[in-house]
């Protein structure tokens, strides 16, 4: 654990490291630099391959830190100030060796071991741009590839045991980086790594005179270390993707004229100009111009949507057929790619309940088969007399069963694949812990507007107590003056289509739960909840009645009153989105079931619940629909999906938290995941693919404790030996890792 500091005496550091592949290279540099005095507050992300403490360099200086993590066999460079966590991904790395790592890309690459050529040599500049075979890894294997043939040739044309000694200096040629690193680990507390267990099993192996076959199985070594690197990249390759979709360069338009500026120099306010066909460099809203806009690259949505003037864009979305000038409303590591990449990269080192299970297991079940192994080398030849060679060969095979490689990055990496599916197709899950939540989902409550429906009512009638229409509509528009709330934008947008002029209020002030009141022509003036309206005594029978008449219909009531007396009622309906009610049918083929919590009135619920075959409850206040959720935990898993600041607490309460995309920022904080297409559909799309990793996960529990045990019962048999013992290892964790990508293809439709 961190040792506590001082905070006046330490001081925040970065570092962009290279070759961390899943949680246990973090917690082998973690474990190694929270040994020193004056570090603190350690946390080492995967995902964005960062390093970031708190340090005294009076009590330890960045270098040793540095020097620290170069041991282990990771690249190691300090991050510039402002300088953005991007997603590089890691290549060729082992899931928890730290053996022979290469770097994500544009990380700057510094060897681990300087002086030692290839055998030495970790990270290579461009690793993860070059194929197999220019990797330091890559390299590796062809080295000890050649040694190996060299050694049977010299064994061929030797006279005696000389060609013996070729497979010897093969066997030390191939496993001296290794053993380097699991001495490295060892210094740091870590005396149970793959490298040390590798390290033990060829120097055992040469000490039995079984030299060929421990240059054999230090060659599948390298060989698997590769195979693994190869296939673990690939459940990176979506999330990597994702920053390649905003382009490098934009066109900056000033006093009239465009010239090309870095796109990560943009700045709020600054109108950018985007031909057909471009990407655009920034969130924004289109300033002039109209045209189709793809995007798909960042929702997943492919049908292109028509957008204008006013209307919101993303970066990295298309326009297809026509030049718009778009102002910038986000900074560059604020836009919308930015922020996925970055749930996504907060996600994967949010660990499941299944990982830390798993992790905790691992750290006993290693120094346990070291400890069988033990008994297996010394209890034979003690009790029976058995040949001491045979029984310390078979205990070397069951040290390199011992490796929890496979077992290890089972979770890791069917997350990881989950993660990356759902960002591509407009889905945020924000951890391994929401996807096990989402998983057991049994019950989605919903907030009605915005959230089921489109979120752009419109008024359907007016009624006034006097007959005077125009005055009403007058009154609730000076109220709603200046709201972005859809029900404030329908009113005013009314009023405007009318022609009716209004003086707007002051001193507006919400009312939470029941509507806003303004100064309107000297009057208090509210507009909302008809309850209200009853509570403070300005309601009327005919207006009871009319109300009851209009929310039987489905729509929503606002009462417009001052001074105690009801000047009328606006009534307003919010349609359903066109795949709610197949949504919720979706959902009950799940198993499922739907509930719908809303702050309107009970009539308006039943009407729109019935139309979505859903449950509901009604009239309901923020802090109403925190306790309803409260309850439903109680008894459910439940999934509560919603888009406004109301819904925050809601959202935050419920097992697992999903905004609509076009929600506010606060709803999006507090939820656990988001719906980046704002289709209710996607729900269902969620929790299949929720189910999917799980039973993917299970699936890759069962291949690497199968093999282990098989090939541990094999191998104290005298059927397996030591390479078949590494490919086992190897071959699991390969198989592991295929199988977690086969979710990269998983399709959430039906």
């Not at 082992?94 to 970790?122: I, L």
Request: charged share 20%.
């Amino acid at each position: 654990m961190s040792l506590k500091q001082d905070d006046s005496a330490a001081n925040p550091y970065s570092w962009k490291v290279g070759g961390m592949d899943c949680g246990s290279c973090a917690n082998k540099i973690r474990t190694a630099v929270e040994r020193f005095p004056g570090v603190s507050d350690v946390s080492v992300s995967v995902m964005s391959e960062t390093l970031a403490l708190s340090l005294d360099e009076n009590k330890t200086g960045r270098d040793k830190v540095e020097r620290a993590v170069k041991k282990l066999g990771y690249s190691i460079a300090p991050r510039q100030r402002g300088e953005a966590a991007e997603t590089g991904a890691v290549t060729q790395s082992s899931c928890c060796s730290g053996h022979d790592h290469t770097h994500g890309q544009g990380s700057k690459v510094e060897r681990a071991d300087p002086g030692h050529g290839v055998a030495g040599h970790v990270h290579g500049a461009d690793d993860g741009d070059r194929s197999w075979y220019q990797t330091g890894k890559g390299r590796l294997v062809i080295l000890t590839g050649l040694l190996l043939v060299a050694a049977w040739g010299a064994e061929f044309l030797l006279p005696g045991e000389l060609g013996m000694w070729a497979f010897v200096a093969a066997c030390l040629i191939g496993v001296a980086p290794i053993a380097r690193r699991a001495f490295a680990a060892l210094s740091a507390g870590m005396p149970f790594t793959i490298e040390m267990l590798m390290t033990v099993a060829a120097a055992g192996a040469l000490f039995i005179g079984a030299a060929e076959e421990a240059a054999l199985v230090v060659f599948l070594f390298a060989v698997g270390e590769v195979l693994e690197g190869v296939a673990a990249n690939r459940a990176r390759a979506g999330i990597r993707a994702l920053g390649d979709l905003v382009p490098k360069t934009a066109l900056l338009e000033e006093n009239g004229k465009t010239r090309k500026v870095q796109a990560a120099e943009l700045k709020i306010g600054q109108i950018v100009v985007v031909r057909p066909g471009d990407r655009i460099p920034a969130d924004g809203e289109i300033v002039d111009g109209i045209a189709g806009i793809d995007e798909a690259p960042v929702t997943g949505e492919s049908v292109p949507r028509t957008k204008g003037e006013g209307e919101d864009v993303f970066a990295g979305s298309i326009s297809t057929d026509a030049a718009i000038r778009v102002r910038v409303t986000r900074a560059p590591e604020d836009n919308t790619i930015a922020r996925i990449i970055r749930l996504v990269e907060e996600a994967q080192d949010a660990r499941a309940p299944t990982e830390r299970f798993i992790d905790r297991f691992s750290r006993y079940y290693m120094p346990a088969v070291v400890g069988f192994a033990l008994l297996v080398a010394i209890v034979p030849p003690l009790a029976t007399g058995a040949d001491w060679d045979v029984w310390i060969y078979r205990a070397l095979a069951l040290l390199l069963i011992g490796c929890p490689c496979a077992l290890v990055i089972s979770v890791p990496a069917s997350i990881a694949s989950a993660l990356s599916t759902g960002a591509r197709r407009g889905l945020l899950l924000k951890g391994g812990a929401v996807i096990e939540a989402a998983a057991r989902t049994d019950l989605v409550t919903f907030d009605k507007t915005g959230t089921l429906t489109v979120g752009r009512p419109a008024v359907t009638d007016v009624w006034a107590a006097d007959g005077d229409e125009a005055r009403v509509l007058a009154l609730a528009a000076g109220v709603e003056a200046g709201s972005s709330h859809p029900l404030a934008e329908a009113v005013l947008a009314h009023a405007e289509s009318l022609g009716i002029s209004y003086e707007a209020g002051r001193d507006a002030r919400a009312i939470p739960g029941r509507g806003v009141e303004a100064r309107v022509g000297g009057e208090t003036v509210f507009v909302g909840s008809p309850r209200h309206a009853e509570e403070e005594g300005a309601m009327t029978a005919l207006a009871r009645s009319r109300i009851e008449a209009l929310e039987a219909e489905g729509k929503t009531v606002a009462a417009v009153f001052r001074a105690g007396a009801l000047s009328g009622v606006i009534a307003l309906r919010d349609e359903p989105r066109e795949d709610a009610a197949a949504a919720m049918q979706e959902l009950k083929a799940l198993g499922v079931r739907t509930m719908m919590l809303t702050g309107d009135n009970a009539r308006t619920a039943e009407a729109i619940a019935g139309r979505l075959s859903m449950e509901y409850r009604a009239e309901l206040l923020p802090d109403d629909k925190v306790s309803a959720i409260r309850e439903l935990t109680g008894r459910n898993t439940v999934m509560m999906v919603g888009d406004g600041i109301n819904d925050a607490p809601a959202l935050a309460t419920a097992n697992v938290g999903v905004a609509m995309g076009s929600g506010t920022d606060v709803a999006l904080e507090s939820a656990d995941g988001a719906l980046l297409r704002n289709r209710v559909g996607d729900v269902a799309g969620m929790v299949r693919l929720a189910r999917a990793t799980m039973a993917n996960i299970h699936q890759n529990i069962a291949i690497a404790l199968g093999l282990k045990a098989v090939f541990l019962v094999t191998t104290v048999l005298g059927i397996t030996g030591l390479w078949i013992a590494i490919l086992a290892d190897t071959g699991a964790t390969v198989l592991v890792t295929l199988n977690a990508l086969r979710l990269l293809g998983f399709r959430m439709e039906r």
